[in-house]
């Protein structure tokens, strides 16, 4: 499995298109960030501190077929990288996070 935090109102929109076509930051990288189980929570401390309103996708990596790649990125670590839109059919599960938790806790305790 792999994870994708990203706003209910985007969660929302791609619902209602069928695909996500990635966050302001992944339309820069030309591509789509998402986390591996062990990254997912250090992903959420760095780049979500603060923020309200998240949504975590669980991705099903088979379904994203050669558009997913495994690539360096932070520390060497690999990190997936999805180069194209994310089908709404690859994910199996869709939690809303709660307002009144720190996100990287919100995520770690959503993964226990």
Do not use: C
């Not at 062990?38 to 949504?55: I, K, M, N, P, S």
């Not at 520390?75 to 599960?93: E, I, N, R």
């Amino acid at each position: 499995m792999i994870y994708k935090l990203l706003s209910s109102a985007e969660w929302n929109d791609a619902l209602a298109a069928g695909t996500f076509a990635g966050t302001a930051m992944d339309h820069e990288s030309g591509f789509i960030h998402l986390s591996g189980p062990d990254q997912v929570v250090e992903t959420a401390r760095r780049h979500f501190a603060g923020a309200t309103g998240l949504t975590l996708l669980s991705v099903e990596e088979e379904r994203l077929g050669d558009a997913l790649r495994w690539e360096p990125s932070r520390g060497g670590q690999l990190f997936p990288h999805l180069y194209g839109p994310l089908p709404v059919v690859a994910v199996v599960a869709a939690r809303a996070l709660p307002a009144d938790a720190p996100v990287a806790d919100a995520v770690a305790a959503l993964l226990s």
